[in-house]
């Protein structure tokens, strides 16, 4: 696809399909902060859209062609949206310039010293990191992040030096369209098989990504890491082993090993560009994390202390529940989770049944579809009997999962929802009554 030079630049009243997503809003408040016009569409309303509103977009609940006016200079939209989609028919129909999201972060990312960070698991927090490190060093960089950033509140923050700091997903391949300066790979697990056929192929993907870096770049990746180490060897970049910068003793406001392990990808990234080491190790210990990443949301009225967590993978449910018994030491731990997926809960049920065993309890809550179409041959009750050493229990409704928790659990237990979709509005209506 050729696109116009600067389209970016030269947009000036700007539309977006699936504007919720928390990589494409980032997008859209960049450009409320350059003053474009911003209008965009998705779904379901969200705290995300509310917050965009609140900052000048114009949003519309669900998808229609009247969204779609001749006046908008470009679209850009989701990949999770099909060419069915009846905003996307009309402006293709109208002849409106149109980018996918990572299109678009290709034209933000082709002119900066683009540091990309990539990973089936830890991308956030390592962005997120790096980004704290960046600022509190005066360096000023653009971030774009798949969460938002506990101390500015948002998924944005424009700097005005040459250094963007992106998350880069390799969901199909979008990080293909990034060009990293730096390239941080935390890990590569199974994960997205509704879209890769195995893990090699998606060990491919990284193999192209990794590719991408220039010879004057860097790859910063665990060399002790047996999955990654094969999408390395073609590499032109200069290789920076995050092992080196690893610290078993680091004392950091967000628990668990995995948090330590992104850390030392963040404190590599700091060496590269030569920030002080001892001030880059202060701002690690200073990080006080992210939305949705083994988040406080308070107490209930009860006692309950109440967490919240976007894990998604039986991997990232490991880590999360391993962090969480580690800080919680002897208290009874509850997980609510709700599957994200009726792909990825029947290709990895095996590895979900052995996901939560640091946890007293499990209450399941049905599967969360977000893109696909229902699957009769897989459920929560399913995964529920699959379950090992720990209790597992599947419910109808997030209602019901409320109520159990209001009946069973006391004081000072531990209460984690866990999952991609909208699982922790149960934790904010116990905390919160909202």
């Not at 960046?134 to 923050?157: C, E, R, W, Y």
């Not at 609510?336 to 049944?353: W, Y």
């Not at 996901?355 to 699957?375: N, Q, S, T, W």
Request: charged share 30%.
């Amino acid at each position: 696809m050729t696109l116009e030079k600067n389209i970016l630049k030269n947009s000036k009243n700007v539309h977006f399909i699936g504007i919720g997503g928390i990589g494409i809003s980032a997008i859209a408040r960049m450009f409320i902060f350059e003053g474009k016009k911003v209008s965009g569409s998705d779904m379901s309303d969200s705290e995300n859209i509310s917050e965009l509103r609140k900052s000048g977009a114009n949003i519309s609940i669900g998808h229609d062609e009247k969204n779609i006016s001749k006046d908008i200079d470009l679209v850009i939209y989701t990949i999770a949206i099909t060419e069915e989609n009846p905003e996307y028919k009309k402006a293709k129909k109208l002849g409106i310039k149109m980018l996918t999201y990572p299109q678009a972060l290709h034209e933000i990312s082709k002119d900066k010293f683009t540091i990309a960070v990539s990973g089936t698991h830890g991308k956030t927090t390592t962005t997120a990191m790096i980004a704290k490190i960046m600022m509190d060093a005066g360096l000023d960089p653009t971030v774009i992040v798949g969460s938002m950033l506990k101390d500015t509140k948002t998924n944005f923050i424009a700097g005005k030096s040459k250094y963007l700091v992106v998350e880069s997903c390799e969901y199909r391949k979008s990080f293909l369209n990034i060009e990293p300066t730096i390239a941080i790979v935390t890990n590569i697990d199974n994960d997205h098989l509704d879209f890769y056929k195995d893990i090699a192929d998606i060990q491919f993907a990284f193999t192209e990504f990794i590719n991408k870096v220039p010879k004057n770049g860097y790859l910063v990746y665990n060399k002790k890491d047996k999955i990654v180490e094969p999408t390395t060897r073609d590499t032109i970049g200069r290789v920076v082993d995050s092992n080196d910068f690893y610290d078993k003793d680091l004392v950091l406001k967000v628990p668990g090993i995995h948090n330590k392990k992104n850390a030392s990808m963040a404190l590599a990234v700091a060496h590269i560009l030569g920030i002080d080491k001892h001030k880059a190790i202060k701002s690690i210990e200073e990080f006080s994390g992210t939305w949705r990443r083994f988040e406080y949301k308070g107490n209930t009225k009860d006692g309950v202390i109440v967490y919240d967590d976007y894990g998604h993978h039986p991997t990232e449910i490991k880590a999360t529940l391993l962090g969480a018994r580690e800080f919680f030491g002897n208290k009874k731990i509850t997980v609510a989770f709700q599957p994200h997926l009726f792909s990825r809960t029947k290709l990895l049920l095996n590895d979900f049944a052995v996901a939560f065993k640091d946890a007293d309890r499990v209450l399941l809550a049905p599967i969360y579809p977000a893109r696909e179409v229902f699957d009769s041959t897989i459920s929560s009750e399913i995964l529920s009997k699959k379950i090992k050493n720990t209790k597992a229990i599947s419910f109808n409704s997030f209602e019901e999962i409320e109520k159990y928790v209001r009946e069973n659990l006391k004081k000072d237990e531990v209460f984690i929802t866990i999952g991609a979709g909208d699982i922790y509005k149960i934790g904010e209506k116990l905390v919160f009554g909202i």
